[in-house]
């Protein structure tokens, strides 16, 4: 998803690589393929709860992935999640807020930007949360699907997170990627809300009037545990996002 986006909003100065072009697993692929260049490496294992039960897989990718995208680059734009927080902080989270993640995912992603920066010092990693887009599986997807499918629809309302537009994120990282900025940056969509008023943002804006309610996190038990303040905010010169409305308007009008 976010791979497509920052591909389109590359144009011409950037070679899109797809899991089948390159799998990031396979160290003497990616050394021949990458040797030299600057990368952004969006390439990751996102199933936050098939990590519970995986991390083998999980880890492959994101720590033993990156490491190997790292090593072969020149420079490496690493992107992030929130999900290396615990989501215990009364406010938003800035680049040098102690990382703890709770999740096989998170622990995967963390050890990925350590691998990234280990063996390239001069790389950026740049954390952002709750992706939506074309050309993936995402939350706004499956609010209007559930829509349709249901009467009623219950969503988390103590869950509080920075909705991100993957258009919007991949301009930034191309912009990122010809700079010289190297360690962290927090970059995300504008604004913050729970995921309760996200769904009832995505339902207002698409006209559908099936009734949603709102719900606490153990009401609706998942394997992994999830982050109560993925709230990213940022300390350092980060790009600021349009607020996560817009992003919301732009995937919609691209919907339709």
Known sequence: ???QAVTRAAGDRAVGLTHADLDVTD???VSAALGGTTVIN???YTHVDGAEADPGTAD???ERGARNVAEAAARVVYVSTDYVFDGTKAGAYVESDPVNPL???GRSKLAGERATLTASPHSLIV???WLFGPGGHNFVATMLRLAEEQER???VDDQVGCPTFTGHLAEALVELAVGSGHGFLHVAGGGACSWYEFARAIFERSGVDTELRP???EQFPRPAPRPANSVLASERDAPALPAWQEGLDAYLAVRA
Do not use: Q
């Open 1 to 3: 998803m976010l791979g």
């Open 27 to 29: 160290a003497a692929a």
């Open 42 to 44: 969006c390439a990751a």
């Open 60 to 62: 492959a990718v994101n």
């Open 103 to 105: 999740s096989a995912y």
């Open 127 to 129: 954390r952002s949360s």
């Open 153 to 155: 629809v219950s969503v």
């Open 215 to 217: 719900c606490a996190t």
